[in-house]
């Protein structure tokens, strides 16, 4: 694709990704100018998440998988906070001047914007060395139910949707057969369209103290509401519904499901949401006084090599 081409090519991409959401989402003017115009009449809250070839995704992953998996991953931490998504920007380098591959890019924009009525406000598009995806999301929701790391309490139980593990399976299985993905395997399914649950997010905003997606690993990333929290955590292994090796589905995170903590007293209303969306809910351990997060087996601590997923590990 000619340099010459960017434009034509932004012009044409982004008026037709999702405008039929605009009235919804409070658009006034959308993609074409310098920036976007959007009215708030209520409190919003943003985000911003990068993707990269060979971090975040494989570098021969095809183009529609990279875009999906991207935005879903950024608009993860909307329905932590208990948000509805109300618009996206997409900023794209790529090393790629494949015109072809660009139309596949966008249709995996354009499913995601399908899936979940929301439009692409608009975006940029550079060369570089590697692709590179950053993606701004911005939700909706009353201040009152925003779901905060630091709000668990000692005595929560701790809960999480459906299974853990099956995105480092799926992984696994793409590398195995990059060019002929078999999206009859609930494993990969799960790592290129991880599914968001906006609509069991904003309801149990109203009664979770706090609540993290697990990008990083469950023991990681429920450390996080323990640290913000000033408490620790004790789990049950025995409980948590994993698929694989338990090290794995616990320390390797990609899963994009829900961790929260809930008031006893709240743990039926709690499982009536599940049902009512068609999530598996499950309790796997409570809020404690400590400062750690602790995993028992058989009664017994079980420690693992790793606790999540960390950029700058060595």
Known sequence: MKDSDEFSFLKETFKS?????????????GPGDDAGLVKNSQETVYSVD?????????????????????????????????????WVLVSLTTDRADLNWMKEFVKGLKDFSDEYSCPILGGDLSRGKQCNIA?????????????????????????????????KKGLEEIKLNPEDLDFTSKNISKFIRPKLHFNFGQEISHYANSCIDISDGLISDLGHICEA????????????????????ALTWGDDYELCFTVPSEMESKI????????????????ITKTSEVEVFKDCRLVTFKKRGYNHFDE
Not at 60 to 73: D, V
Not at 229 to 248: H, K, R, T, Y
């Open 229 to 248: 929290s000033n408490v620790g955590a004790q789990l049950n292994a025995d409980l948590i519904p994993v698929e694989g090796e338990i090290e794995d």
């Open 135 to 167: 993606i701004t999301v911005c939700g909706k929701l009353d201040q009152q139910n925003f779901m905060k790391r630091s709000g668990a309490e000692v005595g929560d139980k701790i809960f999480v949707t459906n299974e853990l593990g099956l995105a």
């Open 271 to 286: 499982e009536s949401l599940g049902k009512k969306h068609g999530l598996k809910i499950t309790q796997i351990g409570e």
């Open 50 to 86: 990068a993707s990269v070839a060979g971090v975040h995704f494989p570098e021969n992953l095809a183009a529609e998988h990279i875009a999906f998996r991207s935005l879903s991953t950024a608009a993860s931490d909307v329905v932590a906070c208990g948000g509805a998504l109300k």
């Open 17 to 29: 990704l999702g405008n039929q959401y605009f009235d919804s989402s409070e658009i006034i003017i």
